[in-house]
């Protein structure tokens, strides 16, 4: 079953504009992370957030993580035409047997118009 | 690096024939998995590894084996098409299964008739 639920399900948004996706779970997480899927590709990775982290920063992206609220935001800031692709956020919980497992939400579809 | 690659790109069987899907990486990741991605379902996991020799099932695994022999390669094999496995596969590896981001191949969208 997938852990992780990223809203809206579909962003549109001009270029310059800053795009929020927000991510919820359900189950306690050691990390979460957040990939990016252009048009039939393979996912790529953007940025992790351990469970003890509460916010952190690679370049645009700005992550956030409340786990008292076992929720997490990205934020794209300065928006590019380039940044038009699927979001997806990761949960890595414990699933047994010493291993860890990724679980996937459904994503966000953020366009961006140039 | 070539990273995680995957082969065919794409493939069309019909009902009941089985093949074998191809990944390998040359990270030296112990990690590797194989996830289907279906329209609005996001990835779900079907097999993973820990490392050579060692296998376990995901979330979806009826209808595919897997083996480990090498730290490299870990294929999938569907044993009888069905169209219920239309789909597109990724492999992705990790250096670990903790902590450690997964790297994605480019994937293969599969139909199955």
């Not at chain 1, 800031?77 to 459904?106: E, I, N």
């Not at chain 2, 979330?59 to 490299?72: A, I």
């Amino acid at each position: 079953s997938q852990q992780g639920e990223e809203d809206p399900q579909a962003l549109s948004i001009q270029e310059g504009e800053n795009a929020t996706m927000n991510c919820s779970y359900k189950t306690s997480i050691n990390n979460l992370q957040w990939y990016r899927q252009n048009s039939g590709r393979g996912l790529v990775h953007l940025i992790l957030i351990r469970s003890n982290e509460r916010e952190k920063h690679s370049g645009r992206l700005r992550v956030t993580l409340d786990t008292s609220k076992k929720s997490s935001s990205l934020l794209i800031t300065a928006s590019r035409a380039a940044d038009t692709a699927s979001y997806f956020c990761a949960t890595d919980a414990y699933s047994g047997a010493g291993s860890y497992q990724l679980t996937f939400g459904k994503g966000t579809k953020l366009s961006v118009i140039p | 690096n070539a990273g995680v690659t995957q082969t065919p790109k794409f493939q069309v069987l019909k009902t009941g024939q089985s093949m074998t899907l191809q990944c390998a990486q040359d990270m030296n990741h112990e990690y590797m998995s194989w996830y289907r991605q279906d329209p609005g379902m996001g990835l779900r996991l079907i097999h993973y590894s820990v490392g050579a020799g060692i296998t376990d099932q995901g979330e979806v695994p009826n209808g595919y084996n897997v083996s480990r022999s090498t730290t490299e390669d870990f294929p999938l094999r569907l044993l009888s098409a069905a169209p219920s496995q239309t789909s597109v596969y990724f492999c992705a590896s990790s250096y670990s299964t903790v902590n450690y981001e997964q790297y994605f191949g480019p994937g293969t969208r599969l139909t199955v008739t």
